[in-house]
């Protein structure tokens, strides 16, 4: 069976986001920006399992966008629990560094996709 990068990728990043979720629950009592993050952060996986079935290759893409979106935005709260100081130097790194990763990819299969298609 072929590997699928951004499909593995997606899936740890999403078991770290729990990891983190329950950390920031249990530790710094924050529930409000932590449920935002892990909503964000497990949806990416979602959406690129959703992709997997798409019904055509514009619904491909549109399903990715999305997770691109999602990962936009988890970027966001990754950096603002930072500079608030929910999240430590190590923690942080790691997060941004997998969530960077997982952006780029998405962007280089869009923008492959879409140009299969014109």
Same mark, same amino acid.
Not at 47 to 61: G, H, Q, T, V
Not at 89 to 105: A, D, H, P, R
């Given at each position: 069976?072929?590997?699928?990068?951004?499909?593995?990728?997606?899936?740890?990043?999403? $078991?770290?986001? $729990?990891?983190?979720?329950? *950390?920031? /629950? /249990? /530790?710094?009592?924050?529930?409000?920006?932590?449920?935002? @993050? @892990?909503?964000?952060? /497990? &949806?990416?996986?979602? @959406? $690129?399992? %959703?992709? %997997?079935?798409?019904?055509? +290759?514009?619904?491909?893409?549109?399903?990715?966008?999305?997770?691109?979106?999602?990962?936009?935005?988890?970027?966001? *709260?990754? %950096? @603002?629990?930072?500079?608030? +100081?929910?999240?430590?130097?190590?923690?942080?790194?790691?997060? %941004?560094?997998?969530?960077? &990763?997982?952006?780029?990819?998405?962007?280089?299969?869009?923008?492959?996709?879409?140009?299969?298609?014109?």
């Amino acid at each position: 069976m072929r590997k699928n990068l951004i499909r593995e990728k997606s899936f740890s990043f999403a $078991i770290a986001i $729990i990891q983190c979720y329950k *950390w920031l /629950t /249990t /530790t710094h009592r924050e529930y409000v920006l932590s449920k935002q @993050l @892990l909503r964000s952060g /497990t &949806s990416i996986g979602a @959406l $690129i399992r %959703e992709a %997997e079935y798409a019904e055509s +290759k514009p619904d491909f893409i549109h399903k990715l966008a999305i997770a691109l979106k999602e990962a936009n935005e988890t970027h966001y *709260w990754i %950096e @603002l629990m930072y500079q608030t +100081k929910y999240l430590e130097n190590e923690n942080f790194s790691n997060l %941004e560094s997998e969530i960077v &990763s997982i952006k780029k990819i998405l962007t280089s299969i869009i923008n492959s996709s879409k140009s299969k298609i014109r």
